[in-house]
């Protein structure tokens, strides 16, 4: 006797694709749409060359903003979601201007507490960012390496691009200055 499938299931397969098609679709076009449309900034940043078996080169980045610690409230908790608004200035490069529970004007981005401590002006936190990693070919991850300590000897640093929009961050680059 012959297996005979149940007329519920062609529907119920092209739905279940339908699905797996629309979840990564909408996290590219949102990136895409930060990425066009965002606000443009440079962050000083520092790469490490590190390697994954299954996604490939990347490089790590580690923010210079991330090392500064800013005003906090008593009950914010390491892990907790604040925002960061962010502030141009003279020479290109953006600076965190304030952190708070509340959206603040734009531009801002949404940052995690990393860590928090009571320092002699009151509550202090240290904040990370939403973006980490840089991935790139596998031929050009140690040159960009290589590059970039280069610049070091020439006290020259190195930018990360992101763009701003809605409280989402996209790293959009580097920039060897």
Not at 95 to 106: F, G, H, L, W
Not at 140 to 145: D, G, N, Y
């Amino acid at each position: 006797m012959a297996f005979k499938w149940p007329k519920w299931t062609f529907p119920v397969l092209i739905v279940a694709l339908g699905i797996q098609l629309v979840i990564p679709l909408t996290t590219i076009w949102n990136s895409w749409k930060v990425f066009s449309r965002g606000e443009q900034h440079f962050l000083a940043c520092a790469p490490v060359d590190p390697t994954d078996p299954f996604r490939g080169k990347y490089l790590t980045l580690h923010f210079a903003i991330e090392d500064s610690s800013y005003a906090a409230l008593p009950d914010w908790k390491i892990g907790d979601e604040v925002y960061a608004r962010l502030e141009k200035q003279a020479d290109g490069s953006s600076i965190i201007a304030e952190v708070s529970t509340t959206i603040p004007k734009d531009p801002y981005c949404k940052v995690i507490i990393s860590n928090l401590f009571q320092g002699t002006g009151g509550f202090r936190a240290k904040i990370g960012l939403p973006v980490s990693r840089w991935y790139v070919e596998e031929s050009k991850a140690q040159e960009l390496e290589v590059r970039y300590r280069e610049h070091l000897r020439n006290h020259r640093p190195l930018q990360a691009e992101i763009r701003l929009l809605k409280g989402r961050m996209v790293l959009a680059g580097l920039h060897f200055l």
